[in-house]
C-alpha cells in the first residue's frame, strides 16, 4: 500500500518554542493531506485539511494562527506549532489521499509525540 | 462530526471470528463505510471499505446491512496482533475527509 512519513516521530520543545512537523507521501502525489491530533485514550481529532497550493481548512474550534499548515508540494505538507504550550502536548498524525475522490481511501503516517515542557 | 456507534470494547478468543459491530442510521445514499485500526501509538491502518455490497480483502470481510443502517467487520481468525482500536468510518459524500468516532476497543486473548 501507499506509505505517508511523518518526521520528527517524537520531539520534546521547550514551552513558547514552535515546532515544525513533516508529512510526505512517498510514492504518490497528494492533492489532500490532513492533520489529527490524538490526546491520550482519546479519538483522532480532525484538525484541518490542506489542499496543495491553496490555504489549509480548519475545523471549527482550531487557531488557524496557532498551527501553521503549509501544503507546497504534491508530496510534502508541514504543520508548525507556534508557542507551543505545555496543553499542546499530544499525538499529531498526518493522512493523505491520492485525490479528491469520495471513494478514495487515505493512507495515515506513523504519527509525531509531541511533549512540550 | 461521527455519524457511527460502536461499542467501546470487546473481548475475542485467539483463533476465533471476531465480528465488530457499527451503527449508520444517518447514512447517505453515496456515503462509503470505512474501517480502520490503530494500534498503541500508531497511525492508523486501512482495512476495508463498502458502500452496499459485502467486500472481502485479506485482512477482512464487510457485512453491509441491506438498509445500509448498520454494518460488521469480521476478522476471520483473530490472531493476538489483532489487539487494536478499531473505527468505523462514513465517509461525508461533499469532501473526503475522515471524522473518527470513539472506536472499539478489541481485546484477543490467548
Known amino acids: 500500500g501507499a506509505v505517508v512519513s511523518q518526521h520528527p516521530s517524537r520531539v520534546i520543545c521547550k514551552s513558547g518554542t514552535s515546532v515544525k512537523i513533516e508529512c510526505r507521501s512517498l510514492?504518490?502525489?497528494?492533492?489532500?493531506m490532513f492533520w489529527y491530533r490524538q490526546f491520550p485514550k482519546q479519538s483522532l481529532m480532525l484538525m484541518a485539511t490542506?489542499?496543495?497550493?491553496?490555504?489549509?481548512?480548519?475545523e471549527q474550534g482550531v487557531e488557524k494562527d496557532k498551527f501553521l499548515i503549509n501544503h507546497a508540494s504534491l508530496t510534502l505538507s508541514t504543520l508548525t506549532v507556534t508557542s507551543a504550550h505545555p496543553e499542546d502536548s499530544s499525538f499529531y498524525i498526518c493522512?493523505?489521499?491520492?485525490?479528491?475522490?469520495?471513494?478514495?481511501?487515505?493512507?495515515f503516517g506513523q504519527g509525531t509525540r509531541l511533549t512540550v515542557v | 462530526d461521527a455519524k457511527t456507534t460502536q461499542p467501546p470494547s470487546m473481548d475475542c478468543a485467539e483463533g476465533r471470528a471476531a465480528n465488530l459491530p457499527c451503527n449508520h442510521s444517518?447514512?447517505?445514499?453515496?456515503?462509503?463505510v470505512y474501517w480502520y485500526r490503530q494500534i498503541h501509538s500508531q497511525g492508523p491502518q486501512y482495512i476495508i471499505h463498502?458502500?452496499?455490497n459485502n467486500e472481502t480483502n485479506e485482512m477482512a470481510s464487510l457485512i453491509i446491512t441491506e438498509d445500509r443502517k448498520s454494518s460488521t467487520l469480521i476478522l476471520p481468525h483473530a490472531t493476538l496482533r489483532d489487539t487494536a482500536v478499531y473505527y468505523c468510518?462514513?465517509?461525508?459524500?461533499?469532501?473526503?475527509?475522515?471524522?473518527f468516532g470513539t472506536g472499539t476497543s478489541l481485546t484477543v486473548i490467548p
Open positions: 493522512s493523505a489521499s491520492e485525490d479528491a475522490g469520495v471513494n478514495t481511501e487515505a493512507f
Open positions: 510514492d504518490f502525489q497528494a492533492t489532500t
Open positions: 490542506s489542499n496543495e497550493g491553496s490555504k489549509a481548512t480548519y
Open positions: 444517518t447514512i447517505s445514499g453515496n456515503e462509503y
Open positions: 463498502g458502500l452496499k
Open positions: 468510518i462514513v465517509r461525508i459524500y461533499t469532501g473526503n475527509q475522515f471524522y
